[in-house]
């Protein structure tokens, strides 16, 4: 059988305007998703109907939140494409949504298409920016090393009658213990620490609490929001905001296909009681700043395990479980890489360099370090730790890693490219995507679950997507194809 | 944990080695390093220090 868990994931860019610091980044943000969206089409507006990121999957709404829809973000610019995903400006930062999937793999082929889609809208910004040409650089990454951070954040969908408690129980020793595997790497630290030049995470620092709502301030090892974009009687949809944006194809697997193998667990109860973690965040932060990878973490039983061990544990449960219930070829790659990079991490952590991000990236300081005797904190250095990050395939360093083929990578460029236009076929983001490309000029507006329509009568139409499995290639792509225009297809979907 | 389970590794280590900034798999340079580094050298920025500088972003989720 299949193990089929729609998600996907959003990413804030770093954006920057060469040799322009005063450049307002919301403007600038607003001029690349304008830039990569422009066409001379009506653009559908984004239907916020179903909203509210200050519900709280521990069953209450936040009455005064800290986080309401800033303003500013209101009217900026918003693009759903024809693969289905949502491209916008988010807090100062161009943010891609990517359509929803229905396995790691696919996550990794929409992520990528992501990266390439702001390659292309941020050379069509440069050549367009008032008071003249200039480039417009974006980092896929989440810090720029001065004490802000901007998220990564994987969306799982998830079985609503699974009590949210024992999310968290299970999900939080994996989370403290993940970024081993799929860390991106950073230069310095959030706390002043002179020891702690380099790290495996460039998010655990700015995690301060367990669980929680908010986002951009006090965030927590497990985010609470609780806004499915789906039917909320049946799913609820994990949003993680602890991860970092991943350049490794590797990671991004691992690091969606791990997680999504852990809910499937917790689902079927097939988890014993997890080892917790004594102090989950400042564990957290200590597993970011050893890169041995072998520091123990306290257990609240008094033992001592290490990162790698704790991986081990839900690995070995992981791999017992797809015995029992998944054959599918995706999930025994993500079972395989899995063991593959934890062996890896217990001989020697650096022998995963074009694997796994963090090490990678380290690895490339350390030969600056040998070969120009540059101490950690030297400019050079974190030069090249934003440059790893740089979308562009020409200049990034991790592109030209793998244009030299010195990183391992999982999906093959012609799969990104057709992503960058193409929807996933198996999910309610194919019939999103077909029909902003065929009906564009009669989408009033769409969001996650819902399009709506524009079709020249008195009211505008509304059709619900409240299941994100509804909606692919084998439900709907005949009836498109069918259609010439919109009013058809609606007809024939109340028929 | 379940009963009588207990956290562990499931592989032995192949190496008493401590990996990392010791190890000796970590000094070795594969033969390729500075044709690497020169590559790189071409496409980094080239003020790294106004770049590093002027890199400063808003807070965001």
Known sequence: MTLVRYQGTETEYGIAVVGRPDFNPVLASSLVVNAYAADGHRRARWDYEEENPLRDARGFTQPSAHEPVPEEDVGLANAILTNGARFYVDHAHPEFSSPEVSNPRDAVVWDKAGERILEVAAERAGRMLPGGPGRVVITKNNTDGKGAAYGMHENYIVDRAVPFGQIVRQITPFFVTRQVMVGAGRLGNEHGLPDVPYQLSQRADFVEVEVGLETTLKRPIVNTRDEPHADPERFRRLHVIVGDANMSEVCTLLKLGSTGLLLSMVEDGFLPDPPAVDAPVSALHEVSHDLTCSRPVLLRDGRRVTPVELQWHYLEHAQRYCKEVAVDEVTKDVLAVWERILVALEDDPMSLDGVVDWVTKYRLLRRYVERDDLSWDHDKLKLVDLQYHDVRRDKGLYNRLAASGRVERVVAESEVRRAVTEPPEDTRAYFRGRCLAKYRDQVAAAGWDSIIFDVGKETLQRVPMMDPGRGGRVQVEELIDRCDSAAPLLEALQG | ?61
Not at chain 2, 28 to 52: M, P, R
């Open chain 2, 1 to 61: 944990m379940s009963e009588g389970e207990r956290v562990r590794r499931q592989r032995p280590r192949q190496t008493e080695e401590e990996p990392g900034e010791t190890s000796a798999a970590d000094q070795v340079d594969t033969s390729d390093v500075d044709d690497l580094l020169d590559e790189i050298d071409e496409v980094l920025e080239e003020n790294a220090e106004e770049f590093v500088k002027n890199y400063v972003q808003k807070g965001g989720q």
